[in-house]
């Protein structure tokens, strides 16, 4: 998580929304893909960290099935990054801070309890104080610089 943590704050010092994740492989400890937000920079909606990290770990391991995976992000998954865990069969997600406004494991809604046929365990609330911190000092800094 403090990897991520790292991320979150690269993305935060080029104005994007801090946001980190890194997919570690749970057999070997190595982390096999790294993301952070960037939506402004790429000008996409799917620049999330997420996807960043699981594209790169897809990659590296030379396939889409990322069994024996697990995701940890500061911030708890968007419906679309959630559909994209569960798609790539992560199968432990890890997030700090919750999001009240978009969270899709357990905030606003919970895809990991619908009827797919992969069903990530997810922790919400790891290093909750510092995630919760890197997001509302970058919003604090926006709305002041307005």
Sequence with gaps: MR??????????????????????????GEVVGTGRNRRETDRSPLAHAEIEAIDQASKRLNGWRLVGCDLYVTLEP????????????????????YDMKAGSCGSVVDLFSLP????????GGMMEKECARLLSGFFRKLRNNK
């Excluded at 968007?78 to 801070?97: D, L, Q, T, W």
């Excluded at 797919?116 to 922790?123: A, D, S």
């Design 116 to 123: 797919y046929n992969h069903k990530p365990e997810v922790w």
């Design 78 to 97: 968007c419906p679309m990054c959630a559909g994209a865990i569960i798609n790539s069969r992560i199968e432990k997600v890890y997030f700090g801070a």
């Design 3 to 28: 990897q991520a943590i790292e991320l979150a704050m690269e993305a935060a010092e080029e104005m994007e929304v801090p946001v980190g994740a890194v997919v570690v492989n749970r057999s070997t």
